[in-house]
């Protein structure tokens, strides 16, 4: 059975001033998760969000509050964001030593526990932690910044990493380059929740939903839901 289809706005390519405004606005026009980067620096070239972002967005949606940690160490900031509500906590294979006990930790706080593999990263790195995920995110591009043309190797990752999980109740994403384009190939490989940024928030507000149901129509052609 195919797992539910969720659609991610990911919010590094909002308008940062208007954070409230822009995260009802993709909550309206479609979005089934709101996707939050977190950068700090140091595991990636950039800089974004904390703790404290998370909590300020929580009250304007009642969506999945999807938190990516692109952050190493993860292990002392996970109780924070799981205080500051989000739904779902991933963090990298790269990230640290010791993987297995950072998603026993996030299971521990009450939260959905997600593991990303960067591009260069093979799928080998999650066989032994898979039991303990609630999903798996793929890189689609070097993560730190928004805007990147998709890695074309990513869907034959996506397929076999879908075929790793099998019937584990695992939900299977992709993050980065994602556009109506390629949201039909990625579904077909076996992906069910697509990350999108700038494909979303081109436009400006009016465009959202447009831009939502562009990327949720081609991936719903492509299991079989939409003819």
Not at 4 to 27: K, W
Not at 168 to 193: C, F, H, Q, S, Y
Not at 202 to 215: F, L, P, V, W
Request: without cysteine.
């Amino acid at each position: 059975m195919q797992r539910a289809l969720a659609i991610a706005p990911s919010i590094l390519a909002a308008d940062f001033a208007r954070f409230g405004e822009e995260v009802r606005a993709i909550d309206s026009s479609g979005a089934d998760w709101v996707h939050v980067d977190v950068m700090d620096g140091h595991f990636v070239p950039n800089i974004s969000f904390g703790p404290q972002v998370v909590r300020a967005i929580r009250p304007h949606t009642k969506k999945v509050l999807d938190v990516h940690l692109m952050i190493a160490p993860a292990d002392p900031y996970l109780a924070e964001f799981a205080a500051a509500g989000a739904d779902i906590i991933t963090v990298h294979a790269e990230a640290g030593p010791h993987l297995h006990r950072s998603l026993q930790a996030i299971r521990a706080l009450g939260k959905k526990a997600g593991v990303s593999l960067n591009p260069a990263t093979p799928e080998s790195a999650i066989d032994y932690v898979l039991d303990l995920v609630d999903l798996v995110l793929v890189m689609s591009v070097n993560p730190g910044f928004g805007g990147q043309a998709f890695i074309p190797s990513a869907l034959d990752k996506v397929a076999r990493i879908k075929a790793m999980i099998g019937d584990r109740p695992i939900d299977l994403e992709v993050d980065g380059g994602v556009t109506a384009d390629n949201a039909g190939a990625l579904a077909k490989a076996g992906a069910n929740a697509l990350v999108a940024g700038s494909a979303v928030f081109k436009g400006g507000e009016s465009a959202y939903a447009d831009n939502i149901a562009a990327i949720r129509s081609a991936a719903e052609r492509a299991r079989g839901e939409l003819v």
